[in-house]
C-alpha cells in the first residue's frame, strides 16, 4: 500500500474509532440522565424502579387534590381509568392548566412506599396539544385526554 | 372570496417557482443566457404572488372571516388588532406561509443584489433556492392549506389565539427565527451552484459570506428572542430549556457559526475549501430537520405544534431528498474543492479549525440528544424517555469554556504562522489584566462562586482583555481606518464573552423561591423585601385577570409589581404574566401560582442577576455580524463584476481573490 494512502486510511480509522468512542461515552451519560417514562399501570405493578429518576403521567383523579394548610405541599392521585392509580407529592407551584380530569407528566421519583416524589409537573401546553407519552391512554369521553389530533 | 385568491396566488408562486427552478437549472446547463436572466423574472414574480397569498390571510384575519377554518382556530372577534396579525403566523399552516413569503424575499435579495454575480453562478443559485421554494410551498398547499374553508355552517367566533402568544414576543420572535433559517438557504443554494458549476476555488466562499453573516444574524436574534420569551411569559423564568424545539433552532446556529468562520479561512487563504462546502450544506439541512421536529410532532415539547402524521412524513421526504441530493453532488463533486494549504501550528486557520471542531462537537452534543429518545423509542418498540437538561449541560459547558478560552488567541494569530514568542508576551499580559479583572468582578459580587463560574467569569473577561489590546495594537500600528469587518468582528466576539458572563453569572447567583404569602405578609430574599398587599380583579380587552400588589424595596429603591392570572375570555384559558422589574445588573421576578386556602397564593419570587447580558450578548452577535457585511471588500467585490461585463455562463469569474 501507498504510504500516502496508508496515511489517509490510518487517518480515517483514528476518526472513525474516535467519533464511535465519544458516541458510546456520552450514550452511557445518557442512559444515567434519561427519564424513563412509566404509565399509571407499570408504577402500580413493580416495573417502575424506585429511588431512581423518573417520570410518570396520568389523569388527575377527581377530588384527590389535597393541599397542605401552610406550605406549598400538595397530594394528588394519578389514575389511568381501568384500575390503575399511585399518590404524587409535590412541593410547589402547580401549572396553570393543572386541573382535576386533566392528563398530566411528572418527573421526579418513588419513594420506598412507592408514592411519587415529584420534582415538576407538566400540564398540557395548551387545549389541543398532547405530549406524545399521554397519547396512549385511554380517553375519558369528551374532557380531558380527547381528540389530541387537532390541529391548532 | 379574498380567501380563494390567496390561495389560487399562493398555487401560482408554486407554478412561478417550478418554472424558476427550470430556467434556472436547466439554462445555465445548457449556456442559454435569455432563461438564466429569466430565472430572476420568475423569483421576482413568487416573491409578488407569496406577498398577495400572506395579505389574503392577513385580511382574513382582520376582518375575521371564520368561514376560513385557520382563523376560526386561531382568532377570536375580541383579539386586539395587531395579535389579529400575529395570529397568522401562530400556528402551523400561516407559520409555513411566512415561512414561504420569507423564502420568496431572500431569493429576491440574492436576485437583486448579485446581478454582478457570473449569470451561470446566479442563476443555478436562484434555480437551487427555487426548487426549495417549491418543494416549501407544496408542502403548504398540499398538506397544510390555511385558506381552508369552513363551509356551510361557518363558527360565529373564533376559538382564540393561544394565550401565550398573544404576546410582542410573538410577533416579531417567528419573523425573526425564520428569516435565520431560510436564510441559510442561500449559502446552501451558492454552494450546491458552486458544485454544479464547478468553481471550487474561493470566490463563492467569498459571495457566500455577507449571506451567511445576515441569516446568521437574523438566526441568533430569532433565538434570542425566543429565550426572552420563554422567560417571561411562560412564567417559569427559566431562559432556556434544551428543550428540542429550542435545540432544533440551535443546531443550525452552530453550524452557521461554524461556517461563518469556516468561510472566512476558504476566502482568505483557500483553505478547508471541501470542509466548507460540507457545512455549507449542512446548515441548512438542519433548518430543515427542524422544521420536521417542530411541525412533525414526533418529539416530546412544550411547544411542538400540533400532531400530524403525513405532514411529518411530507417533510421527511423532502428532507431526506435535499439532503440526500446535496450530500450525493458533494459526493461526486466536492473532491475537486480538495486542497492541502499549509500553515503553522500557531496560525489562524489552526485556530479556525478548532472553533469548527468545537461547534461541530457541540452540534453533535446537541444532536444526539434531541433525536436519542426518538430513536430508544423506535429500538425499545414505543418506551419514551427524555434526556433532561444536566445531560446537554454536562457536555455542552466543557466545550464552550474551552472555545472561549481559544476565541481569546485566536484574533492574535496571524494567518500561516505566528512568532510564538512574541505572542505568548501579549497572551500573558492579557492574562494577567483578565484574572486581575476576575479577582476584582468577584470580590464587589461578595458572592463565592463554584469553580465552574470562577472559569466561567475568568473566561469572558479574557475575551473582552485580549479583543481590547488586538484593538490597541491594531490603532497603535497606525492603520488610519480599522476595516468594518474587523470591528464586527470584535463585536459578535464581545457579545459572545457578554453572553457567557451573563449565563454563568445568571447560573450562580440566582435566586428562585416558591413561597406561600399571605396578604400583608413580607418574605425578605437576598436583600430584597416582597409586601404581599393582596389581589384585586382587573380586566384587559379580551381577558379577566387577579392583579397580585407587591410593594418591593430592593436596598431602599421602592418599586412596585403587579403579576397577573389570567383567564381569556374566548377560550376560557388561564395564563401567568410575571411582573419583571428589568435591570442591567439584577432582574427581579414575581409571578403568582395558585390561590390557596384563607386568602394565601403560591407565589414564585425570583432574583436573577445579569440575566439580561445573556439577550444583550446576542443582539452585539448580530450587530457584529451585520457589520461586518457592510465592508469595503464587498463592495470592491461588486465592482470587480461591473455592470456591462456581465459574465456568460461558464466564465471563470473570480479568479483573483486578494483581500
Known amino acids: 500500500m501507498p504510504p500516502k494512502r496508508r496515511n489517509r486510511l490510518l487517518a480515517v480509522a483514528f476518526v472513525l474509532v474516535g467519533a464511535a468512542a465519544a458516541v458510546w461515552l456520552l ?85 420506598a412506599s412507592r408514592v411519587f416524589q415529584a420534582e415538576e409537573v407538566l400540564a398540557k401546553h395548551d387545549e389541543n396539544y398532547m405530549p406524545p407519552e399521554l397519547m396512549s391512554l385511554p380517553t375519558n369521553g369528551g374532557s380531558g385526554l380527547a381528540s389530541p389530533a387537532e390541529p391548532h | 372570496m379574498i380567501p380563494e385568491l390567496g390561495h389560487l396566488a399562493v398555487i401560482l408562486a408554486l407554478a412561478l417557482s417550478g418554472a ?32 398577495l397569498g400572506f395579505a389574503a390571510l392577513v385580511y382574513a384575519f382582520l376582518v375575521d372571516d371564520f368561514s376560513v377554518a385557520y382563523v376560526a382556530q386561531n382568532s377570536n372577534s375580541l383579539l386586539p388588532w395587531q395579535y389579529k396579525i400575529s395570529a397568522v403566523w401562530g400556528a402551523h399552516e400561516g407559520s409555513l406561509l411566512l415561512w414561504t413569503l420569507i423564502m420568496g424575499l431572500w431569493m429576491a435579495a440574492v436576485a437583486a443584489c448579485s446581478g454582478r454575480l457570473p449569470l451561470g453562478f446566479l442563476a443555478r443559485s436562484l434555480g437551487v433556492l427555487c426548487l426549495l421554494n417549491g418543494g416549501f410551498l407544496s408542502f403548504l398547499l398540499l398538506t397544510s392549506n390555511p385558506f381552508e374553508r369552513l363551509l356551510p355552517l361557518p363558527p360565529a367566533d373564533g376559538a382564540d389565539l393561544n394565550p401565550l402568544l398573544q404576546d410582542f414576543g410573538l410577533i416579531v420572535h417567528p419573523p425573526m427565527l425564520y428569516a435565520g433559517y431560510v436564510g441559510l438557504a442561500v449559502p446552501f443554494a451558492f ?13 463563492w466562499a467569498r459571495w457566500s459570506r455577507p449571506w451567511t453573516n445576515v441569516a446568521w444574524a437574523f ?79 414526533v418529539l416530546t415539547s412544550v411547544h411542538a405544534f400540533a400532531v400530524d402524521p403525513t405532514r411529518g412524513l411530507f417533510i421527511l421526504a423532502f ?80 466545550l464552550m469554556l474551552v472555545a472561549a478560552a481559544a476565541l481569546g488567541v485566536g484574533p492574535f494569530v496571524g494567518w500561516k504562522r505566528s512568532n510564538l514568542r512574541r505572542l505568548g508576551r501579549r497572551l500573558l499580559a492579557c492574562f494577567a489584566v483578565s484574572a486581575g479583572l476576575a479577582l476584582l468582578v468577584g470580590l464587589l459580587l461578595g458572592e463565592s462562586l463554584s469553580l465552574g463560574g470562577a472559569g466561567a467569569l475568568l473566561l469572558g473577561l479574557w475575551i473582552v482583555a485580549t479583543q481590547g489590546a488586538d484593538l490597541l495594537r491594531r490603532r497603535r500600528l497606525g492603520g488610519a481606518s480599522t476595516p468594518l469587518a474587523y470591528w464586527g468582528m470584535s463585536l459578535a466576539h464581545l457579545g459572545f464573552a457578554v453572553s457567557l458572563l451573563g449565563v454563568a453569572l445568571t447560573h450562580e447567583l440566582s435566586v428562585e423561591k416558591d413561597v406561600r404569602l399571605a396578604p400583608g405578609e413580607t418574605f425578605v430574599q437576598a436583600g430584597v423585601s416582597f409586601r404581599f398587599e393582596g389581589v384585586v380583579e382587573a380586566s384587559g380587552p379580551n381577558y379577566r385577570a387577579q392583579r397580585g400588589l407587591f410593594e418591593v424595596d430592593d436596598g431602599g429603591r421602592h418599586l412596585q409589581l403587579a403579576p397577573e392570572k389570567r383567564r381569556y375570555l374566548a377560550g376560557g384559558s388561564v395564563m401567568t404574566e410575571a411582573a419583571i422589574d428589568p435591570g442591567l445588573f439584577k432582574d427581579i421576578y414575581v409571578s403568582l401560582g395558585e390561590s390557596l386556602d384563607g386568602g394565601d397564593w403560591a407565589v414564585r419570587i425570583h432574583i436573577k442577576p445579569f440575566v439580561r447580558w445573556i439577550w444583550l450578548g446576542a443582539l452585539l452577535m448580530a450587530f457584529g455580524g451585520t457589520l461586518a457585511v457592510a465592508d469595503r471588500r464587498y463592495r470592491r467585490l461588486a465592482l470587480r463584476f461591473a455592470p456591462g461585463r456581465r459574465g456568460l455562463a461558464g466564465r471563470p469569474a473570480g479568479a483573483g481573490t486578494a483581500a
Open chain 1, 27 to 111: 450514550l452511557l451519560a445518557a442512559n444515567e440522565s434519561l427519564n424513563l417514562f412509566y404509565p399509571p399501570h407499570k408504577v402500580v405493578n413493580g416495573d417502575a424502579p424506585v429511588g431512581v429518576g423518573i417520570r410518570a403521567g396520568g389523569m388527575v383523579l377527581e377530588g384527590s387534590v389535597q393541599r397542605a394548610p401552610e406550605t406549598l405541599q400538595v397530594a394528588f392521585t394519578l389514575t389511568d381509568r381501568q384500575g390503575a392509580d399511585f399518590q404524587v407529592l409535590y412541593d410547589g407551584i402547580l401549572p396553570d392548566l393543572f386541573r382535576e380530569g386533566q392528563g398530566i407528566l411528572v418527573r421526579g421519583q418513588l419513594d
Open chain 2, 219 to 297: 438566526l441568533t436574534l430569532g433565538i434570542a428572542l425566543g429565550s426572552w420569551w420563554a422567560y417571561y411569559e411562560l412564567g417559569w423564568g427559566g431562559w432556556w430549556f434544551w428543550d428540542p424545539v429550542e435545540n432544533a433552532s440551535f443546531m443550525p446556529w452552530l453550524a452557521a457559526t461554524a461556517l461563518l468562520h469556516s468561510l472566512a479561512a476558504s476566502e482568505k487563504r483557500g483553505a478547508f475549501k471541501s470542509w466548507t462546502l460540507l457545512l455549507a450544506l449542512t446548515a441548512f439541512s438542519l433548518s430543515l430537520l427542524g422544521a420536521f421536529i417542530v411541525r412533525s410532532g
Open chain 2, 191 to 203: 454552494a450546491v451552484a458552486a458544485l454544479l458549476s464547478r468553481q471550487l476555488d474561493s470566490a
Open chain 2, 319 to 398: 428532507l431526506a431528498l435535499v439532503v440526500g441530493g446535496a450530500l450525493a453532488l458533494f459526493g461526486v463533486r466536492g473532491g475537486a474543492a480538495w486542497s492541502a494549504v499549509r500553515h503553522g501550528l500557531f496560525s489562524r486557520e489552526t485556530f479556525l479549525l478548532l472553533n469548527n471542531l468545537l461547534l461541530v462537537v457541540a452540534l453533535a452534543v446537541v444532536l444526539l440528544g434531541t433525536l436519542y429518545p426518538l430513536a430508544y423509542e423506535a429500538a425499545t418498540g414505543g418506551d419514551k424517555i427524555s434526556i433532561g437538561p444536566p445531560w446537554f449541560n454536562r457536555f455542552f459547558t466543557p
Open chain 2, 20 to 51: 424558476g427552478a427550470a430556467l434556472g437549472l436547466v439554462g445555465a446547463g445548457l449556456g442559454r443566457s435569455a432563461w438564466m436572466r429569466a430565472a430572476a423574472s420568475a423569483v421576482w414574480g413568487q416573491l409578488l404572488f407569496m406577498a
